[in-house]
């Protein structure tokens, strides 16, 4: 089965830094990759899928943007935060004929 | 507009008790509902997933049920743990692409099961 990993666990970073959330997939090959934004007491809120190398579809539009370099590396960016980019990002992957998507264990911004 | 909405928002239970979960939504068209828990600061881990055909799925002491008509969906907890500490949360698939599906999530219902 799958394995998906985060880092960093927790970051703090001001206004107008740039942000590199990572996300790695073990255990599987050519997965869906997504990346969510949970704000405090809100649902989960699709930010990027891809579905393979150098594929990503974004779902809002914002300041981040996101990048899949190796098919199984998922990589979430920011030229410049904002306070609203606070949350927790959270890294699914889901493989060909399987509905269910597979959650990594998280990333907590808090932007000041 | 896709919605799912969850009630109650928050429930605390005594350890032991019975408890039942609930998930209304509107998503068209519909591929599957899911059930995952989530610890606070974790990612969220899937209990059910239920396809238009299936009205009932159990995983150890949770049972989900689905109704597609009344687009009503339920989780039920029996013999609550401490353990069983942790939010809730109803997701409907609204894609019939496969695994690009699109999810809504629901909000969760955050329980808290006490001594």
């Known amino acids: 089965s799958q394995t998906i990993h985060q880092w960093p666990a927790t970051l703090v970073q001001p206004v107008g830094s740039p942000l590199s959330l990572e996300c790695t997939v073990e255990g599987t090959s050519n997965p869906n990759l997504y990346w969510y934004r949970q704000a405090a007491g809100r649902g989960l809120q699709l930010l990027f899928y891809s579905v393979g190398i150098g594929q990503i579809s974004s779902e809002v539009p914002q300041n981040l943007s996101a990048s899949r370099p190796q098919d199984r590396q998922f990589i979430l960016s920011s030229k410049k935060l904002l306070l609203s980019d606070s949350g927790f990002y959270l890294c699914?992957?889901?493989?060909?004929?399987?509905?269910?998507?597979?959650f990594g264990p998280g990333t907590r911004l808090t932007v000041t | 507009k896709n919605q799912v909405e969850q009630s109650p928002q928050s429930l605390i239970i005594l350890e032991g008790k019975n408890c039942t979960l609930q998930?209304?939504?509107?998503?068209?068209?519909?591929?599957?509902l899911r059930w995952y828990k989530q610890d606070t600061g974790r990612g969220p881990v899937s209990l059910t997933i239920m396809t238009f055909s299936e009205n009932t799925k159990s995983n150890g002491r949770y049972t989900a049920t689905l109704d597609a008509d009344t687009k009503q969906s339920s989780l039920h907890i029996t013999a609550s743990q401490l353990s069983d500490s942790a939010s809730y949360i109803c997701v409907v698939s609204h894609s019939n692409t496969g695994t690009a599906s699109k999810l809504t999530f629901g909000t969760g219902t955050r329980l808290q099961v006490t001594l």
């Open positions: 699914a992957c889901a493989t060909s004929g399987n509905y269910e998507q597979y």
């Open positions: 998930c209304n939504y509107t998503v068209s068209p519909f591929s599957n």
